[in-house]
């Protein structure tokens, strides 16, 4: 088996960043925070972290979060918990968590937990189990797993096991593959 090619890999990534108005950039442009964490956290894998402005995507992640404490997936989309969890993870990757207001962001997830325990990706409501990753995920980088009912959480999580040992996104729905990585997560 041939040796990684990491500088070619590096110059892609930058090379990606830099076609900001090219048509699959403009297509793309909601999903620009997780593309971020994708790229940044492959440079740090990479020992290649460096090579870009810190100072500069702290400040572009700072211009995407909402007055909620949420972030949108780049500045003038809605804030979503996805986006949120990436934000953070950048953020952290940095070792720059202390230039959010951590209480303003855990209050904008910990809002998006339902009475059943489920979490909700956004105001408009749709439930996945994946946002339940993400929202402990998240909360439990910023240390502030305290702020949502953890134990319902996770009851939630298990009533969406099928007879056939998968998960479902929601209590009764098909088990899918994506849904068991997750789920192996909390218990591992």
Known sequence: MGELAAEKHVR?????????DSYEALLMEH??????????????????????????????IMECQHESGGFGGNFGHDPHILYTLSAVQVLALFDKIYVLDIDKVASYIASLQNEDGSFSGDIWGEVDTRFSYIAICALSLLHQLVRISVEKAINYIVGCK???????????????????????????
Not at 35 to 51: E, H, M, P, Q, R
Not at 164 to 170: A, E, Q, V
């Open 162 to 188: 099928n007879m056939d040992g998968g998960f479902g996104c929601t209590p009764g729905a098909e088990s899918h593959a994506g849904q068991r990585r997750i789920k192996s997560r909390y218990w591992s």
């Open 31 to 60: 999903l620009r925070m997780n593309g971020a964490y994708w790229g940044l956290t492959t440079l740090d894998l990479l020992g290649k972290l460096g090579v870009v402005d810190e100072a500069e995507v702290v400040s572009w």
């Open 12 to 20: 892609y990534i930058l090379a990606v960043e830099k076609k900001k």
